[in-house]
């Protein structure tokens, strides 16, 4: 089987079967995604991480289906049942779901009435009535009446026959096969409010009256309904086709599978409406099981690709570097919390204090944040962008402007998560003199000096830019988000006498026990002076260095080659580079002249082939390179401090805080992240948000349209776009029919009912509780009517810590 698997994994990537058959003996070895990726692009003939990610799923999903199926035949062997045509079809069966199919007949299964009924004798007489409709039922049955076996009269009979016909017919494979697909393509999901839930479920609106193909719903629709379901607002139906007058187009299909059809028999009736009684009873009940896990799961794929990609771009934002930092933790009656952390990120001083109200000490605040960034060299004031944000960002501001010969650089960070770290066990081992209401602070400072660093102790469900992610199965959603920073962190590089254990555990190869034998040998001895000094760390043995001696740097030590992203194993490439160009190896890092005049070819010999030593000159270049983006921050408009201070026809500054499928959360500095509509975006198509904006990213956008009561504001990122006059006139957008829809959809988009906030914005404030699926404005609104014009119905912003 395993054969199979590689040849079947090969053809899905579009790859040789010997690079899966490769990869795959790497994986079995205890080898990491970014460790092949990397340092063993020879064996895999070039895979890459997105590839070799997929492969490792699919690999999971073949594997676990090759042993399901193993169970199957040993279950329907042990019944005596399996014959040579029922093994070959259990042996060609490609997925899950098409096993089980073919096992459903053969499943032990509690004593149901087609059971009891064939141990009354009536298997006879259901066969008999199926092969032969010329034979009159009521009569066929007479002569199976038998009070002992509990069958007291013909229509008794006919009705256990009935049972049997029913469970044959929803159990055949193939027939339930064409029949899913048939009811996937054609039928929807249609949702009704429960009676008298319209108040209580209001962010639910937008599904009180709506249906839409399995086909066309997006993700997030379908995880908004599952969820208003779950609350008891929503009733669901899956309906196999479009609402019609006439009889099922599926009922025939069954009958054709039997040959049964109406020709005037005697028969032909009792055996059509069996028929009838088994899709309505049975197989459509089986469909809707189905599918129902079907959409769930397509929609739990989409929605952790989302939450996925948009933790890579807030992992891999542009870290501010090493440079003392000020952090600030806003609040208003609590005050604000103070942190400084030099360029180590090692907390120096901490302090509280009261600027806003109900305190109001304005001027002392003032003073003693001068004191502390002048005392400690300070560069960088973070400010979180929770409640009281913007207050503690006009503080800052005047800080800047009284003292300019301080030369601080202020900053809105967000602190999605702050909280989670303050009060994790690792925040109390890493800070046990600072109370938990100041580790914020510093959480806050140190994750504008280096993001990933800083983010990487914190669970990744609660950094904050998912969708829905609380209704996601959380197996699925934590194996991909940790695959997420493990790619992220080797990606960049971590230096091994400054990291974090959270940090080093996210290392090819380190388990978080070794994280912590690392550090505390650090601890005991001092910085590591070279990588080969890892190997006299306890536990570390040597498959462990393998994997993760080449994504570990260490600066200034012994051997220049130990900070670059090359592996020790191929130090020698480099040495046979540097004599042949007359030199030493550290005059040769760096110096690209004569790294270019190199030909790669030269140096290619058993064990390094020509991927492995192009690579090598190129980090020679740049050794140790950051992958991350420059540096660079948003500026918020003065005076605009609240949603009432926001106006139609705003152009603003702001950083994209989260992308969701439907559009981008953007925050402006109100305390509420206002939402881009994908419609919005551009002026041409956009099928995938992320192709034109990330997280982090620093756009300009224009305010279409604000709703204080519902906290909402539109934006857009075409700024030639119209917003919506403040008296609320304008042209309106076209009527919503059922199913979800306007008649002619802008850009062609499958996204026009609002969502409600999918989980989107970080940090404190309004309207928390993430994912909360929320009802679009009223449709008598200017808001609504500005979302219809710009296409945007009605998903909203918020934010969160």
């Given at each position: 089987?395993?054969?199979?698997?590689?040849?079947?994994?090969?053809?899905?990537?579009?790859?040789?079967?010997?690079?899966?058959?490769?990869?795959?003996?790497?994986?079995?070895?205890?080898?990491?995604?970014?460790?092949?990726?990397?340092?063993?692009?020879?064996?895999?003939?070039?895979?890459?991480?997105?590839?070799?990610?997929?492969?490792?799923?699919?690999?999971?999903?073949?594997?676990?289906?090759?042993?399901?199926?193993?169970?199957?035949?040993?279950?329907?062997?042990?019944?005596?049942?399996?014959?040579?045509?029922?093994?070959?079809?259990?042996?060609?069966?490609?997925?899950?779901?098409?096993?089980?199919?073919?096992?459903?007949?053969?499943?032990?299964?509690?004593?149901?009435?087609?059971?009891?009924?064939?141990?009354?004798?009536?298997?006879?007489?259901?066969?008999?009535?199926?092969?032969?409709?010329?034979?009159?039922?009521?009569?066929?049955?007479?002569?199976?009446?038998?009070?002992?076996?509990?069958?007291?009269?013909?229509?008794?009979?006919?009705?256990?026959?009935?049972?049997?016909?029913?469970?044959?017919?929803?159990?055949?494979?193939?027939?339930?096969?064409?029949?899913?697909?048939?009811?996937?393509?054609?039928?929807?999901?249609?949702?009704?409010?429960?009676?008298?839930?319209?108040?209580?479920?209001?962010?639910?609106?937008?599904?009180?009256?709506?249906?839409?193909?399995?086909?066309?719903?997006?993700?997030?629709?379908?995880?908004?309904?599952?969820?208003?379901?779950?609350?008891?607002?929503?009733?669901?139906?899956?309906?196999?086709?479009?609402?019609?007058?006439?009889?099922?187009?599926?009922?025939?299909?069954?009958?054709?599978?039997?040959?049964?059809?109406?020709?005037?028999?005697?028969?032909?009736?009792?055996?059509?409406?069996?028929?009838?009684?088994?899709?309505?009873?049975?197989?459509?009940?089986?469909?809707?099981?189905?599918?129902?896990?079907?959409?769930?799961?397509?929609?739990?794929?989409?929605?952790?690709?989302?939450?996925?990609?948009?933790?890579?771009?807030?992992?891999?934002?542009?870290?501010?570097?090493?440079?003392?930092?000020?952090?600030?933790?806003?609040?208003f009656r609590t005050g604000v919390k103070v942190a400084v952390v030099d360029a180590t990120g090692k907390v120096v001083a901490t302090d509280t204090i009261h600027p806003h109200v109900p305190a109001n000490r304005w001027d002392e605040s003032l003073a003693k944040l001068a004191r502390l960034a002048k005392e400690h060299a300070v560069e960088l004031v973070a400010i979180g962008n929770g409640t009281a944000s913007r207050e503690t960002d006009k503080l800052a501001a005047e800080l800047l402007a009284k003292h300019p010969e301080l030369q601080l650089t202020k900053v809105m960070v967000s602190e999605a998560g702050a909280s989670v770290y303050s009060a994790s066990a690792f925040a109390s081992q890493e800070l046990p003199e600072l109370d938990v209401s100041l580790r914020g602070a510093v959480s806050i400072a140190r994750r504008l000096q280096d993001p990933l660093a800083e983010l990487v102790k914190i669970d990744p469900k609660s950094i904050g830019v998912g969708q829905y992610q609380h209704d996601l199965a959380e197996t699925k959603l934590s194996r991909s988000l940790d695959a997420v920073v493990e790619d992220c962190v080797n990606g960049v590089g971590v230096d091994v006498n400054t990291a974090s254990a959270p940090l080093l555990s996210r290392v090819s190869g380190i388990s978080s026990g070794l994280a912590e034998n690392i550090v505390a040998h650090r601890d005991a001895n001092g910085p590591f002076?070279?990588?080969?000094?890892?190997?006299?760390?306890?536990?570390?043995?040597?498959?462990?260095?393998?994997?993760?001696?080449?994504?570990?740097?260490?600066?200034?030590?012994?051997?220049?080659?130990?900070?670059?992203?090359?592996?020790?194993?191929?130090?020698?490439?480099?040495?046979?580079?540097?004599?042949?160009?007359?030199?030493?190896?550290?005059?040769?890092?760096?110096?690209?002249?004569?790294?270019?005049?190199?030909?790669?070819?030269?140096?290619?010999?058993?064990?390094?082939?020509?991927?492995?030593?192009?690579?090598?000159?190129?980090?020679?270049?740049?050794?140790?390179?950051?992958?991350?983006?420059?540096?660079?921050?948003?500026?918020?408009?003065?005076?605009?401090?609240?949603?009432?201070?926001?106006?139609?026809?705003?152009?603003?500054?702001?950083?994209?805080?989260?992308?969701?499928?439907?559009?981008?959360?953007?925050?402006?500095?109100?305390?509420?992240?206002?939402?881009?509509?994908?419609?919005?975006?551009?002026?041409?198509?956009?099928?995938?948000?992320?192709?034109?904006?990330?997280?982090?990213?620093?756009?300009?956008?224009?305010?279409?349209?604000?709703?204080?009561?519902?906290?909402?504001?539109?934006?857009?990122?075409?700024?030639?776009?119209?917003?919506?006059?403040?008296?609320?006139?304008?042209?309106?957008?076209?009527?919503?029919?059922?199913?979800?829809?306007?008649?002619?959809?802008?850009?062609?988009?499958?996204?026009?009912?609002?969502?409600?906030?999918?989980?989107?914005?970080?940090?404190?404030?309004?309207?928390?509780?993430?994912?909360?699926?929320?009802?679009?404005?009223?449709?008598?609104?200017?808001?609504?009517?500005?979302?219809?014009?710009?296409?945007?119905?009605?998903?909203?912003?918020?934010?969160?810590?």
């Amino acid at each position: 089987m395993t054969t199979s698997i590689e040849a079947r994994i090969a053809e899905e990537l579009g790859v040789r079967e010997r690079q899966v058959r490769a990869a795959v003996e790497l994986l079995d070895g205890g080898s990491t995604v970014p460790f092949i990726a990397r340092y063993r692009k020879e064996a895999t003939e070039m895979l890459d991480d997105a590839q070799l990610r997929t492969l490792e799923e699919r690999l999971r999903y073949l594997r676990e289906l090759e042993d399901r199926r193993t169970a199957v035949l040993d279950s329907v062997r042990e019944q005596g049942k399996l014959t040579e045509e029922l093994e070959a079809r259990i042996l060609a069966a490609d997925t899950k779901a098409r096993l089980e199919d073919i096992y459903l007949p053969f499943k032990p299964k509690r004593r149901t009435k087609a059971q009891i009924a064939r141990e009354a004798g009536l298997a006879p007489l259901a066969e008999r009535l199926l092969a032969d409709p010329s034979v009159e039922p009521a009569a066929a049955a007479a002569a199976y009446v038998d009070a002992d076996k509990g069958v007291a009269d013909a229509p008794a009979a006919l009705e256990g026959a009935r049972a049997i016909l029913t469970e044959k017919f929803s159990e055949d494979a193939d027939l339930i096969g064409e029949l899913r697909e048939r009811m996937w393509g054609r039928g929807r999901l249609a949702a009704k409010v429960r009676e008298g839930k319209e108040q209580e479920g209001a962010k639910f609106s937008d599904y009180f009256d709506f249906a839409e193909p399995f086909t066309a719903l997006p993700s997030h629709r379908i995880l908004a309904m599952l969820r208003g379901e779950k609350e008891d607002v929503l009733s669901l139906d899956l309906e196999p086709e479009e609402a019609t007058d006439g009889p099922s187009s599926y009922e025939p299909m069954v009958a054709s599978r039997f040959g049964i059809a109406d020709r005037g028999r005697p028969g032909d009736k009792w055996l059509q409406d069996t028929v009838r009684w088994a899709w309505r009873t049975r197989i459509l009940v089986h469909l809707g099981i189905d599918l129902r896990l079907r959409l769930r799961t397509a929609a739990e794929d989409e929605a952790v690709r989302v939450f996925a990609a948009n933790l890579r771009d807030l992992l891999l934002a542009a870290p501010a570097g090493t440079r003392a930092t000020l952090g600030l933790d806003p609040g208003f009656r609590t005050g604000v919390k103070v942190a400084v952390v030099d360029a180590t990120g090692k907390v120096v001083a901490t302090d509280t204090i009261h600027p806003h109200v109900p305190a109001n000490r304005w001027d002392e605040s003032l003073a003693k944040l001068a004191r502390l960034a002048k005392e400690h060299a300070v560069e960088l004031v973070a400010i979180g962008n929770g409640t009281a944000s913007r207050e503690t960002d006009k503080l800052a501001a005047e800080l800047l402007a009284k003292h300019p010969e301080l030369q601080l650089t202020k900053v809105m960070v967000s602190e999605a998560g702050a909280s989670v770290y303050s009060a994790s066990a690792f925040a109390s081992q890493e800070l046990p003199e600072l109370d938990v209401s100041l580790r914020g602070a510093v959480s806050i400072a140190r994750r504008l000096q280096d993001p990933l660093a800083e983010l990487v102790k914190i669970d990744p469900k609660s950094i904050g830019v998912g969708q829905y992610q609380h209704d996601l199965a959380e197996t699925k959603l934590s194996r991909s988000l940790d695959a997420v920073v493990e790619d992220c962190v080797n990606g960049v590089g971590v230096d091994v006498n400054t990291a974090s254990a959270p940090l080093l555990s996210r290392v090819s190869g380190i388990s978080s026990g070794l994280a912590e034998n690392i550090v505390a040998h650090r601890d005991a001895n001092g910085p590591f002076r070279s990588r080969r000094a890892l190997k006299d760390v306890a536990r570390l043995g040597p498959k462990a260095y393998e994997q993760c001696a080449g994504f570990l740097r260490i600066r200034g030590g012994d051997d220049p080659l130990d900070a670059s992203a090359v592996h020790p194993e191929a130090y020698p490439v480099v040495r046979r580079m540097a004599k042949t160009t007359g030199g030493e190896v550290a005059a040769l890092i760096g110096d690209t002249g004569t790294l270019r005049s190199l030909r790669a070819g030269d140096f290619v010999d058993d064990s390094f082939g020509l991927p492995t030593v192009t690579d090598i000159l190129r980090e020679l270049e740049k050794p140790g390179r950051d992958p991350r983006p420059a540096f660079k921050t948003a500026t918020f408009k003065e005076g605009v401090e609240k949603l009432g201070d926001l106006a139609s026809g705003m152009v603003l500054e702001g950083v994209v805080t989260n992308v969701a499928a439907f559009g981008a959360f953007v925050d402006i500095g109100v305390h509420q992240d206002g939402l881009v509509h994908v419609s919005a975006m551009s002026k041409t198509f956009v099928k995938d948000p992320r192709d034109v904006v990330k997280p982090g990213d620093v756009v300009k956008v224009k305010v279409l349209d604000v709703d204080i009561p519902r906290k909402r504001v539109s934006l857009t990122l075409r700024l030639d776009d119209e917003a919506v006059p403040e008296d609320g006139s304008g042209e309106r957008g076209p009527r919503r029919e059922r199913g979800g829809r306007p008649p002619q959809q802008r850009q062609g988009q499958g996204q026009g009912r609002g969502q409600g906030r999918q989980g989107g914005g970080q940090g404190r404030g309004q309207n928390q509780g993430q994912g909360r699926g929320q009802a679009p404005a009223p449709a008598n609104s200017a808001m609504a009517d500005a979302l219809r014009k710009a296409g945007l119905f009605g998903e909203g912003g918020g934010k969160r810590r």
